[in-house]
């Protein structure tokens, strides 16, 4: 069933043309500049890939340390302080250099998926790297992704880790906790 899902909605996105893309990421940014604006500290970004929202993670907040994901060993990592990346077996640009940080040293994660529900589930590409680094996590888990990718509800999983908000162009979607001190998007 997900992989039905996970391909009818990648069909989609790759329909996305450059412009439409680089238009929608601008608002899926300004949308995450204000959820984030009261935010310090490390987060945990990701590097784009072509069929996810294009984030300018500079530009989203300058009080933000971020950090960003790195196989190791089949297993996610995150790096901060990175100035040289290189991309990984995945096809993502991943951090050579910089500090590993543990989780627990990390405020929150932003987190792309090929698509997410408004529960805030994610699908991701079917490895679950997220899903198993992030299944304890107690931390603030935000998702980004289109509003073409953005389901009703998604088919699930126990292990499929539920993101706190999802962040498209056009909405934030707050899926249960409280967040004292995120930024007031409405």
Not at 115 to 126: E, N, Q, T, W
Request: glycine share 8%; aromatic share 10%; proline share 3%.
């Amino acid at each position: 069933m997900k992989s039905v899902v996970r391909s009818n909605i990648l069909q989609k996105l790759r329909a996305l043309d450059l412009a439409d893309k680089q238009s929608q990421s601008s608002r899926i940014q300004d949308n995450l500049k204000k959820v984030l604006s009261s935010q310090t500290g490390v987060w945990g970004a990701y590097s784009y890939l072509s069929d996810e929202p294009q984030i300018q993670w500079d530009q989203v907040s300058g009080k933000i340390n971020w950090a960003f994901p790195k196989m190791q060993k089949q297993e996610l990592s995150f790096v901060h302080s990175a100035q040289v990346f290189e991309k990984s077996e995945f096809g993502f640009m991943e951090p050579n250099d910089g500090e590993t940080v543990s989780l627990e040293d990390i405020k929150g994660f932003v987190i792309p998926a090929v698509a997410y529900d408004k529960k805030g589930y994610r699908l991701g590409r079917g490895k679950g790297h997220y899903d198993r680094a992030l299944q304890d996590y107690a931390g603030i888990k935000i998702g980004v992704c289109f509003n073409v990718s953005l389901c009703e509800e998604l088919p699930r999983e126990e292990h499929d880790i539920q993101c706190d908000l999802v962040v498209t162009e056009d909405h934030v979607y707050q899926t249960g906790r409280n967040f004292e001190g995120v930024g007031k998007w409405n």
